[in-house]
């Protein structure tokens, strides 16, 4: 018996999740200009990243930052549109809404920041000393 008949995996369902994810990312990315900031400072980290020849643990530190950022960001974007639906009009408690939801992308961009200067900073430090 087949994985796709015991378990009742529809992998046809699954790939269409996965092509709606997609282009739930590529949205952001087209339609959201602070997703386009964080997608040239993720581009711009991985370039240093690169240049400083980072170890492992600090790839892996830096991509789950950048995850985090780009996952608050999106997050962000899927509130503020799901408020404007529902309250189109102005509504103090919509805009309360909204303002903590776009607080939560400052919070993880500031964590990313700083994770991303302690992370750096030993790289820089070695590479002036030279």
Known sequence: MSL?????????????SFVFAWRGIRLAIVEENNMRVHLVAAVLVSMLGFFFQISL????ILCLVIGIVWTAEIFNSAFERLVDI???DFNEKAGKIKDMAAGG????????VLVGGLIFS?????WWEK
Do not use: E, Q, R
């Not at 796709?4 to 699954?14: A, E, P, Q, R, T």
């Not at 030993?122 to 070695?126: D, H």
């Open 4 to 16: 796709i008949v015991k378990y009742g995996i529809n992998l046809l369902k699954m790939l269409t």
């Open 57 to 60: 643990a600090d790839w892996t």
């Open 86 to 88: 529902v309250s189109p």
């Open 105 to 112: 992308v400052l919070v993880s961009a500031i964590v990313a």
């Open 122 to 126: 030993k790289y820089f430090l070695a």
